[in-house]
């Protein structure tokens, strides 16, 4: 179906976390009680974290460098460059079921703030670096229940204040979903630049071609939410870009979101109040 994400990578893709990770994870986790944490949190970020009932584990992350194969599209046809969009998919879950290994080797709950990147270096020009960061944290309580479906832990791009307001508003988040689209824009031919010049006229060429893009993006978020059992996603967003050596009519659409879940025993939602800021 069209709005399924492209094929995930196969398990034997994902290696081992590096040794330098793995001591780096075991010096965080130490004696019992003795943890010590890295995080990217700011400190009101790491106050509300806590706040919610919640500890930093430490600093996560994954990478995956990946050379991008090459796809030519139709001069004169709007279409979805499925080579390109399958390996920036393919990429992107290298680099976060990395991250996720990490957390759990740190015997972490979830993921929070977490962003991905994405990095060119001067060795390869279709080669693409892309990265994903986050602070992992685990429950005070011992309570597993605020793993995903799946067992791992959680990962959310939410910030600690909107973590923490999510927790509040009785949810939580489950995974940090995407969907994403390559696609090329057809040229537009004579003729219809002849029409359009010196005058104010929509391009429906280009206007259905986006328009096109950005929903299969975004139907592919949805449907790696539904996958998981989620009954909704906050924080959507759709970014776009050109990945720089390809063609100018050739766009990545990007939408990314985190899904969530109603907590058990929900309780009324707190009455908004109005805070006035004493920052300079």
């Not at 050596?245 to 899904?259: L, M, N, P």
Request: aromatic share 10%; charged share 15%.
């Amino acid at each position: 179906m069209a709005n399924q994400p492209p094929q995930q990578p196969p398990q034997q893709q994902r290696p081992q976390l590096p040794q330098h990770a793995i001591e780096r994870i075991q010096a965080m986790r130490g004696p019992q009680g003795q943890r010590f944490f890295t995080s990217d949190l700011s400190v009101k970020e790491f106050l509300l974290v806590r706040e919610s009932g919640f500890e930093c584990a430490g600093l996560v992350m994954g990478s995956s460098i990946y050379h991008v194969g090459y796809q030519r599209g139709a001069w004169t046809q709007n279409q979805e460059m499925q080579v390109l969009t399958q390996a920036l998919y393919a990429a992107r879950e290298l680099a976060m079921a990395r991250m996720e290994e990490e957390a759990q080797a740190l015997g972490a709950d979830g993921i929070i703030g977490v962003r991905l990147k994405v990095n060119r270096h001067a060795w390869g020009e279709n080669l693409l670096e892309f990265m994903a960061i986050g602070t992992a944290v685990y429950a005070r309580d011992g309570n597993h229940g605020w793993r995903a479906p799946s067992g791992k832990p959680f990962t959310s791009d939410l910030t600690g204040q909107d973590f923490w307001m999510l927790v509040k508003s009785g949810y939580r988040p489950v995974s940090m979903v995407m969907g994403n689209c390559v696609y090329h824009i057809a040229h537009q031919g004579l003729g219809g630049w002849l029409k359009s010049v010196g005058q104010n006229v929509e391009m429906p060429n280009f206007t259905q071609a986006l328009y096109d893009a950005r929903e299969l993006a975004m139907e592919r978020l949805q449907y790696e939410a539904q996958v998981d059992g989620a009954s909704g996603v906050v924080g959507a967003d759709i970014y776009e870009w050109t990945h720089g050596s390809w063609d100018a009519h050739v766009i990545e659409f990007f939408a990314v979101g985190t899904a969530v879940l109603p907590l058990p025993g929900q309780e009324p939602l707190p009455t908004p109040q109005l805070v006035m800021s004493v920052d300079s």
